[in-house]
C-alpha cells in the first residue's frame, strides 16, 4: 500500500508565501509523476502542476510565475512553493502521484488526503 502525506498549508496574507509538501511512502517501485491539484468550495478539482521524473514541468495558467513545483527522488516528495498568494488561490491541495507499487507492477493514481490554504486578510 501507498500513502501521500501533505504538509504546509496554512492561514496566509495576500501576498504572502508558503512552500506545501508531500511525502509517498510504501512499496514504491517508482514514481512517474507527482502532482498537485486544488479544489475551492463549489468547484471542480484543477491541475495546479505537474513535474516527471526528468524534472519537466507543467503549470496552470492561474499560477505561472508564482507558484513552483520540485521534487526530490530519493525522498520520494514532491514540494509546492507558492509566492504572491491571492484570495483566489484559496482550496484545499491535494498531493497526486502516478506511481508503479511491488504489488500490482503497474502505473496507478495515488491521492493524499488533502491539506488547506486559506488565503485572507
Known amino acids: 500500500q501507498v500513502q501521500l502525506v501533505e504538509s504546509g498549508g496554512g492561514l496566509v496574507q495576500p501576498g504572502g508565501s508558503l512552500r506545501l509538501s508531500c511525502a509517498a511512502s510504501?512499496?514504491?517501485?517508482?514514481?512517474?509523476?507527482m502532482a498537485w491539484y486544488r479544489q475551492a468550495p463549489g468547484k471542480e478539482r484543477e491541475l495546479v502542476a505537474t513535474i516527471i521524473f526528468g524534472g519537466s514541468t507543467n503549470y496552470a495558467d492561474s499560477v505561472m510565475g508564482r507558484f513552483t513545483i520540485s521534487r526530490d527522488n530519493a525522498k520520494n516528495a514532491v514540494y509546492l512553493q507558492m509566492n504572491n498568494l491571492k484570495p483566489e488561490d484559496t482550496a484545499v491541495y491535494y498531493c497526486?502521484?502516478?506511481?508503479?507499487?511491488?504489488?500490482?507492477?503497474?502505473?496507478?493514481?495515488?491521492w493524499g488526503q488533502g491539506t488547506q490554504v486559506t488565503v485572507s486578510s
Open positions: 510504501g512499496s514504491i517501485f517508482s514514481i512517474n509523476t
Open positions: 497526486n502521484a502516478h506511481l508503479v507499487t511491488y504489488r500490482t507492477y503497474r502505473t496507478d493514481t495515488y
